[in-house]
């Protein structure tokens, strides 16, 4: 039988989610999707002082929201100190690991003597050899202790990361390093290590700042006696200019992705392409497939670029890929601020049809109230501009006078029937189209921009249609 594929997401609660996070995240789901596996929630909240629930919670939500529903967890660090002390317990029975009672001043200062011989810095090993006598004698004297692993002298600590390739460390450097602190709290290699052992984590995905701690969580692995996971280090994020990710190129936190109206889907779809491809590049994914798709094989070695028009791009086609009554919903909240929508749970047939006519003109949803408002709206506010360059011309005052002739005798009022009536109109009266069809948008809508004209007038209807040419011929035609 084959194992179970086991990955995780392992946040610090010290911040939002921010978008190298979330590709993590999204990684470590979709590897586990695709293999039928398991996606564990580890919070890694050992921290105290900087650790939060509000932010535990802002990104369990976040993802949820994204769709990346975990099928283990949320499991808390700081709620597993069993799990470190029979870790502890283990590794100082066979020998593994030592108490030391080495003050962090002591540290400090025989650092700094080591420092001016031209010594490396660190810890000198100095307990190491403690017998258990004087060890314990240092304990009943109420010396405070941290728990330090017995590191090899010698000796290579490899690894075949699926990214990066082969990693080897001489384990001469690597010093003794703690494992849990005088305050009893473990240390953050140590808990991971633990964790992830205990979890029977098969796949560990994270971003490759976290190369360097990998040889020390073998070295836990190794004295636990437990084979460790594979090690998939991701590339960084950067902005399109080469650099970090900053506010500006995108260093936004997921929250800030949600309020300006990006689809989870879009997002997800975004995100996975930042450092992972298909062999044909394929950018946009239908729902299912990216789970489908998704290896680690095809995660490059260089960074991800977070190109934010991209994501606007892959956003405008999920939302044209939305039905206009989804997309009705999904930007409620945005209508509900604009004083558009009155409540969430009753959204007029008007705004539905408003969305299916103007779908195809914005990228976020944030920018639905302006795209659609000016259709809703019942006193209709002409565009200086519009009026001056359209309605103020020689000859308008007769087509509108006509149009409005032919609107109000018109009873089938649908798009198709209307464009007949428009198109011979034009050749009857010998005119271009555009000298008409301007005109008599800007005098129903105020604007020059908006949907095909006859989508308009039919979405306007014949009654307001011919009212609101009428009040254009009164007040701006000359
Ligand atoms: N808590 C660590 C972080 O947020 C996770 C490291 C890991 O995935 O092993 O960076």
């Known amino acids: 039988m084959s ?14 989610l921010h978008i190298g996070g ?11 999707e695709k293999h039928k596996g398991k996606f ?70 025989r650092g700094r003597e080591a420092e001016s011989r031209g010594e490396p810095p660190g810890y000198d090993g100095r307990c190491r050899e403690l017998s258990s006598s004087e060890s314990g004698r240092l304990e009943k004297e109420g010396r405070g202790y941290a728990w330090r692993i017995r590191t090899p002298e010698s000796g290579a600590i490899s690894f075949d990361d699926i990214i990066k390739g082969n990693i080897t460390v001489d384990a001469a450097t690597i010093q003794d390093f703690v494992l849990v602190k005088s305050d009893g709290g473990p240390a953050y290699n140590f808990a991971c290590a633990a964790d992830d052992s205990d979890m029977r984590i098969t ?19 190794r004295a636990l006696g437990e084979n460790p996971p594979r090690y998939a280090h991701l590339p960084q994020v950067h902005g399109t200019d080469g650099k970090r990710l900053s506010k500006r190129t995108g260093a936004a936190s997921l929250d800030e992705f949600r ?30 497939e990216l789970k489908e798709k998704f290896d680690l094989s095809g995660v490059g070695r260089s960074p991800g670029v977070f190109d934010m028009e991209k994501l606007r791009w892959i956003n405008g ?43 195809e003109k914005f990228s976020t949803l944030s920018e639905v109230p302006e795209k659609i408002g000016f259709l809703l709206r019942d006193d209709v506010a002409y565009d200086p ?50 000298k008409v ?21 039919e979405f306007i209807g014949r009654d307001k249609s011919v009212e609101r040419i009428g009040y254009a011929l009164k007040e701006y035609v000359k």
């Open 22 to 32: 979330v590709r993590t995240a999204l990684y470590n789901y979709l590897f586990a």
């Open 259 to 288: 309020e300006e109206g990006y689809l989870p889907g879009a997002l997800r779809n975004f995100l996975a392409l930042l450092g992972w491809s298909t062999s044909d590049a394929q950018q946009i994914f239908a729902p299912d």
């Open 317 to 359: 086609k999920y939302i044209r890929e939305t039905s206009p009554a989804e997309l009705a919903r999904l930007a409620a909240p945005w209508l509900l601020r604009a004083g558009i929508l009155k409540s969430p749970e009753d959204i007029p047939e008007r705004i539905i049809e408003a969305l299916a006519l103007e779908k």
């Open 40 to 109: 564990i929630l580890r919070i890694e909240d050992t921290d105290r002082s900087r650790s939060e629930s509000r932010y535990s919670r802002a990104i369990m939500e976040g993802l949820r929201w994204l769709g990346l529903d975990w099928s283990e967890g949320p499991f808390y660090q700081s709620e597993r100190g069993q799990i470190y002390e029979k870790a502890i317990r283990k590794l100082s029975e066979e020998g593994k690991a030592y108490r030391c009672f080495c003050s962090p001043k002591e540290l400090a200062a």
């Open 385 to 434: 501009k519009a009026v001056s360059k359209r309605l103020e011309k020689d000859g308008v005052i007769d087509i509108l006078t006509d149009i409005q002739n032919l609107l109000r005798e018109t009873e089938d009022f649908s798009r198709e029937n209307l464009e007949d009536i428009f198109r011979s109109y034009v050749e009857k009266k010998q005119l271009g189209a555009g």
């Open 3 to 16: 194992t179970e594929i086991r990955t995780r997401f392992a946040p610090s609660p010290t911040g939002f």
């Open 203 to 221: 796949h560990v995905i994270r971003g490759d700042d976290h190369i360097s701690n990998t040889p020390k969580q073998l070295l836990i692995y």
């Open 437 to 457: 069809f301007h005109p008599v948008r800007v005098a129903v809508s105020g604007q020059m921009k908006g949907p095909g004209l006859f989508e308009l007038l």
